[in-house]
């Protein structure tokens, strides 16, 4: 079965792209963003902040490819997130913790396994229920 080209590609894309630049900053940046923006009543929720964000990168990405594609979306992905980690390792106002780079991988493998089980298609799915359609 051939995927129907999506209508709104740029937009989709752009805003896939922007969701990966505000993860490299909130990896990246000032600690203060940070620490404000994951306050919850429970320990590691830090980690909790690591899976959503990959497992949001891996979902909307996927929604962007064909399913011949997640698996290279997930390694990049992956490749993304021990970047950041060793980043971090280098950076005075940052530290690399194993356990972030468990819970962005932890992510990716959740967002991958929902991709492949059909929610990889979102993108089609939002474009035909607003009504989008090819001529």
């Known amino acids: 079965m051939s995927v129907r080209p999506l209508i709104l590609a740029p937009l ?11 993860a490299v900053y909130l990896s990246l940046g000032p600690t203060e963003a940070v620490d404000t ?9 830090d980690k909790l902040g ?19 594609h997640y698996l290279l979306v997930a390694q990049y992905l992956f ?26 991988t932890a992510g990716i493998v959740a967002g991958l396994s929902l991709a492949m089980v059909g929610l990889g298609n979102w993108c089609q799915w939002v474009e035909r229920r607003v009504g989008l359609q090819h001529a």
């Open 12 to 22: 989709w894309r752009m805003l896939a792209w922007l969701l990966l630049a505000l």
């Open 37 to 45: 923006a994951w306050v919850l009543p429970f320990p590691y929720h």
């Open 50 to 68: 690591h899976f959503l964000a990959y497992f949001s990168l891996m979902l909307f990405f996927a929604g962007l490819y064909r399913r011949e």
């Open 79 to 104: 490749l993304l997130g021990m970047l950041m980690e060793l980043t971090q390792g280098g950076l005075a106002h940052r530290s690399a913790d194993f356990g972030d780079f468990v819970a962005n």
